[in-house]
Structures are given as structure tokens and as C-alpha cells.
């Protein structure tokens, strides 16, 4: 599993220089893009110059987002060049701090996907951790020769999230097979940058499946000419919904490796204090307040197996009001692993809340049973402990006897 993407690339977006020529891709909208070079194929020429108008009072995509500032969006158009190479052809979809673009590269003739982040004053850390693994993987000490913050990365283009791939699944839950190929590459990704930034938010969205077969792409391209995207205007702003089309009858033929993406939540350093990690994957010492490393991700992948395998949460974590619950969360922890020790609950300021004197913890409600198999629930144990120090590393759960075994 790649970390972020393959073929990370860092471009600034210069000042647009506008053609003096009508657009032929935004139909009545003017389009302002890059004189290309000589070496350069044109631009896509959109022989439709209609698509369907959305609402403009009604909120979509990035708008339903609590914090959403539509200033701090670069404005794209559909058919924009940026870098004088990258042609807009699509919208794939957004983050609370970036916006996604599935682009033709003009120059090398193949499609990408362009992420461009939000103008913000506070430090991007998905920027950052990119930064840190890519100067990681690389022995030039002027790589990164452009000293301003970059505002994009071209990455490869991917299919789908582990989370809508198993949407089309019946059931649900993913074979053993698929379930052990993922996790392999789950950790590899985990181990091979050492040190290593902390992910702390891994769930199935943040988990995309590659193309084994660039020629699905061309069919991207081609539903976009044959069905527009929808779009609004907000202002002078245009808003276009994500292509959702993608996904058809046979579609998994072109899936490939999984790819590790979404780092705007990682953590560089080795040690750190504070709330990370979705409620119902968040370790035990980040609940307990306590400090906490890199072994954040070792629990969340143990969780993440079992909503992956099994199609159901691991932890439900809700009170009796259906709000989230730290107590609850615990006692749901302590049905499964059975109580920490002392000297776990000693360094917590937060233990004296859930536990008395003599480590015993208050009557939850709690219904937790767990039945697989045993080689697989011991698999599951070595990630699965209170204390992060007993914690597998991802290497050492490479090695794991039930990982090991073919299907």
C-alpha cells in the first residue's frame, strides 16, 4: 500500500493567462487557462455545451460542510488548465481542507488526480507529512527546492473507498482473502517509513483501491461528455457535484492496491497529547487523556478488521441518551479485553472517573461476545491491549500465523 498516492508531485498554481479565444468547454461561462507549450496536446474540446442547473439555494457537497467558507476554495471550472499541463475534466469529490479533480495530463497524456487545498493561515499537516515522507524516501538534500507552501499534489487517480467498495458487496463483509490482502498492505504501509508519522484516522474512507487498468479512466472521461456533471453558481462561484457513475457491474475487474490517503489528521513526532481518532476507533490512552504514540494505529487497525470482516462496529460506545459515551466506550473495552491494570490506570488523570481505588470499574450495560476464529481472534488480540507498549508492531503482525496462511 502506498502512503498518499504514487508519483507525488508539487505544483504552485501561477496567475491564469486568459485566452483570447471563446471556450468551447464551458459553453456562455468564460474560461480562463495557461497558454500551453508547443509540446503540449490541447485542451479537451467538450462537444456539449449544456448541463443540468442545480438549485442555487440549495446547499451541496463541500456547502453542507459546518465549516465551509466558500473563499477559501480555489475557484475551479470544469475545463480549467492548470500548470499549463492539467485539464479539469471532473469532479471527484472533497475534504474539509481540500478539493479533489480528476484532470487529463496534457503533457504526458495520461489522467491524474489534482487535490487542491484551501487557503488557510493554520499549518496543513496532510502538507506537512507528505513533505516529511516524500524527503524520507529520497537521498537529494535540495529536493524540495521550492521553499513556498504548495497548494496542490498531482497523484495517480484511484477507483474507490474500501467503504463504497464494500457497499457493492453481498454481504457486506469482505472475504478472508480480501480481508488479508488488504491488511497486508495496510501494514506495510505502517512499517516502512521509520520514523513514521502517526495516521490517526484510519477507516475505510480514507482507504482507496487503485486501478490495475488505466483504460477505466477513458471511460471517465467519455461519462463526463455524455452526461455533464450537475452544477450551481454560487455567486461567482461554480459548484459542481461529484461523478458518482463510476461505479458499474463488473467495475472490481480494474481494482489494484489499496492506497493509504487522507492525511490531513497525521501527526509527526513521537510523542503527543490531545482528541484524535472517529469516537469508536479511538484508543484507550487517548480516552484516559494520556499521551500517546505511533501505537494509536496498531488499535485502529484492530478495530478497523473487524468492521471490515465482520460488516458491523466493533465498539458501539453510545449512552442511554444515543450520545457518544467515554464510559460506555470503556466498558465495552473492558467486555473484550477485560480489565486494565493498575499501573495503566495510574497514568491517567481521567481513571478515577471510570475506575475506583481498586481498578473496578462502575456496571455498564454492555452485550459484547466475540466468535471467529481462534487463530483470527488471537490475530486480534496483539492489537487490542490497553497498554500501547503490548501493542504488535506492524512488522511484527506481518509475520502473524493467521496473516501467513493462505486462503
Known amino acids: 500500500m502506498h502512503i498518499g498516492g504514487n508519483h507525488v508531485d508539487w505544483r504552485h498554481l501561477p496567475p491564469a493567462k486568459t485566452s483570447t479565444q471563446p471556450s468551447p468547454l464551458q459553453g456562455d461561462v468564460p474560461l480562463k487557462y495557461l497558454l500551453l507549450p508547443a509540446t503540449s496536446s490541447p485542451p479537451r474540446v467538450r462537444h ?159 482507504i482507496i483501491i487503485e486501478s490495475s487498468d488505466p483504460s477505466i479512466f477513458d471511460e471517465w472521461e467519455k461519462e463526463e461528455e455524455a452526461e455533464p456533471t450537475p452544477r450551481k453558481t454560487d455567486n461567482d462561484m461554480v459548484i459542481c457535484q461529484s461523478r458518482r457513475s463510476h461505479r458499474k457491474k463488473g467495475w472490481n475487474k480494474y481494482f489494484g492496491m489499496p492506497i493509504l490517503c487522507d492525511l490531513g489528521e497525521a501527526r509527526i513526532g513521537d510523542v503527543h497529547t490531545g482528541v484524535i481518532q472517529p469516537d469508536l476507533y479511538r484508543a484507550p490512552e487517548v480516552v484516559l487523556g494520556m499521551e500517546w504514540t505511533s501505537k494509536v494505529d496498531i488499535w485502529n487497525v484492530g478495530v478497523l478488521i473487524w468492521d471490515i470482516f465482520e460488516d458491523d462496529h466493533l465498539f458501539d460506545g453510545r449512552g442511554p441518551d444515543e450520545k457518544h459515551s467515554d464510559a460506555q466506550l470503556l466498558a465495552e473495552m473492558m467486555s473484550i479485553l477485560g480489565p486494565p491494570s493498575t499501573n495503566f490506570l495510574n497514568k491517567s488523570s481521567r481513571s478515577g472517573e471510570f475506575w475506583n481505588e481498586q481498578g473496578r470499574a462502575p456496571s455498564f450495560s454492555s452485550s459484547w461476545y466475540l466468535s471467529n476464529e481462534e487463530m483470527f481472534m488471537q490475530f486480534m488480540k496483539k492489537m487490542l491491549r490497553w497498554a500501547p507498549e503490548e501493542r504488535q508492531s506492524a512488522q511484527e503482525l506481518l509475520m502473524d500465523p493467521w496473516l501467513m496462511t493462505p486462503c
Not at 75 to 80: A, M, R
Not at 144 to 151: K, L, S
Not at 173 to 202: M, N, V, Y
Open 48 to 206: 456539449s455545451s449544456t448541463f443540468p442547473a442545480l438549485d442555487p439555494a440549495k446547499k451541496i457537497e463541500e456547502q453542507r460542510m459546518p465549516a465551509y467558507d466558500r473563499g477559501l476554495y480555489y475557484p475551479v471550472k470544469l475545463g480549467d488548465v492548470f500548470c499549463s499541463r492539467y485539464q479539469v475534466l471532473s469532479k471527484l469529490g472533497f475534504e474539509a481542507n481540500s478539493m479533489i479533480w480528476f484532470c487529463r495530463d496534457l503533457q504526458q497524456h495520461r489522467y491524474i488526480a489534482l487535490k487542491i487545498y484551501i487557503h488557510s493561515s493554520k499549518p496543513n499537516h496532510e502538507v506537512q507529512v507528505l513533505e516529511y515522507l516524500v524527503a524520507c524516501r529520497t537521498d537529494h538534500p535540495d529536493h524540495w527546492a521550492e521553499r513556498e507552501p504548495p497548494i496542490c499534489v498531482v497523484q495517480e487517480p484511484l477507483l474507490s473507498s474500501l467503504l463504497h467498495f464494500q457497499a457493492t458487496l453481498n454481504p457486506m463483509s469482505l472475504t478472508e482473502a480480501l480481508l488479508k490482502g488488504a491488511l497486508q498492505q495496510l501494514l506495510l504501509a505502517l512499517d516502512i517509513f521509520i520514523p513514521r508519522p502517526t495516521l490517526s484516522t484510519l477507516v475505510t474512507k480514507n
